[in-house]
């Protein structure tokens, strides 16, 4: 079997609190707005999505079992250093990303006017071209949590294949 695929989904509740702060992180890129989100890391759902994603198509389990929320060291950690950890174990398992999928299921923040810039912060991470990276964001219509803007829920696909050399067993 030369291709694999493999699919995330993260969630991550806002604060009921302001933040001084005033920005959420996506895909490494600050997005304005007063509510953080809650995480044991610096709360990027949509990397914790793509790490699942790219872990699942390989059937290595999930980031909790990776970097679990119990361990100090991860407290507050930038996503995308678990990004490209996670990134190194698939290249050491000898498969590479073909391309990746998410989709962005928030009432607020809006998106769209950072969507470009956040592919490019996934493709980058990822040694990809931008056009193999893709982000799309959709509302709720008001419906679920996150059109009661509690949180943000992050859907992502992905398609690895062999390295070069590599068997197929």
């Known amino acids: 079997m030369s291709f694999r695929i493999g699919s995330g989904y993260d969630v991550h509740r806002f604060s009921d609190v302001e933040s001084s702060n005033g920005s959420i992180r996506l895909a490494g890129i600050d997005i304005p707005y007063p509510f953080p989100l809650l995480a044991h890391s610096d709360g ?6 793509l790490c699942d994603a790219l872990l699942g198509s390989l059937a290595l389990g999930d980031i909790g079992k990776h970097f679990p929320d119990t361990d100090a060291r991860y407290r507050n950690i930038s996503s995308m250093f678990l990004l490209q950890e996670v990134y190194a174990l698939v290249g050491k398992a000898g498969w590479r990303l073909v391309n990746a999928d998410m989709t962005v299921v928030a009432q607020m923040p809006r998106l769209a006017p950072y ?7 996934l493709a980058g991470a990822l040694t990809l071209a931008p056009e193999l990276v893709s982000i799309k964001a959709t509302t709720t219509e008001g419906l679920g949590f996150a059109g009661r803007k509690e949180g943000i829920a992050v859907y992502a696909t992905v398609l690895v294949t062999r390295l070069a050399g590599q068997d197929d067993s």
């Open 115 to 121: 969507i470009d810039a956040m592919r490019r912060s």
């Open 44 to 49: 990027d759902v949509l990397i914790h999505a």
